[in-house]
């Protein structure tokens, strides 16, 4: 029988990027611990991101230029708009931890402290909660201030023509 391991894909294989937890087999063996759980980067990433902008406070994740270009990919047919969530996410995972970068637009008004605070707790709980590994660092960088008389980009269907 083996013990409970976590390992991590290596170099350019199928498996890179992806976090293994492996439990004991035999028939003695609960039924839970039996074969292998990978998961890969960017799920950590998806659940951090959503996790950071559950937090009051944020405005939105990554930085100017992420954002701008990320814009226009969502709207391009095909263009990927689903890496919404981890925009402005960066983790690195190894073999039981994982390491977490946040780049992200905060309120006016609201205490920086306090948010990076609270994202951190959030992001930290969501991922050891839901994945099993150990958070052991969340950086957070504010890259701006969202100022209540900027307007957002006109929404798509909002067309010259009514």
Known sequence: MTENITSVGGGGGPDAGVSALKGRTGAGAPAETRGKTT??????????????REV???????????????????????????GAVTRGVKVEVGE?????????????????????????????SAVERM???????????????HLPDEEEEAEPDQGRVR
């Open 39 to 52: 998961i890969a980067d960017g799920v950590v990433a998806k659940i951090a991101g959503m996790a950071a």
């Open 56 to 82: 009051p406070g944020i405005f939105n994740l990554g930085a100017g230029m992420a954002r701008a270009i990320g814009a226009m990919r969502e709207r391009v047919p095909g263009g990927g708009g689903g």
């Open 96 to 124: 039981r931890q994982a390491a977490l970068d946040l780049d992200v637009v905060v309120e006016y008004g609201v205490s920086i402290v306090d948010v990076a605070g609270g994202v951190r707790t959030n992001v930290i």
């Open 131 to 145: 994945t099993g590994l150990e958070v052991v660092e969340v950086n957070i960088a504010v890259d701006d201030v």
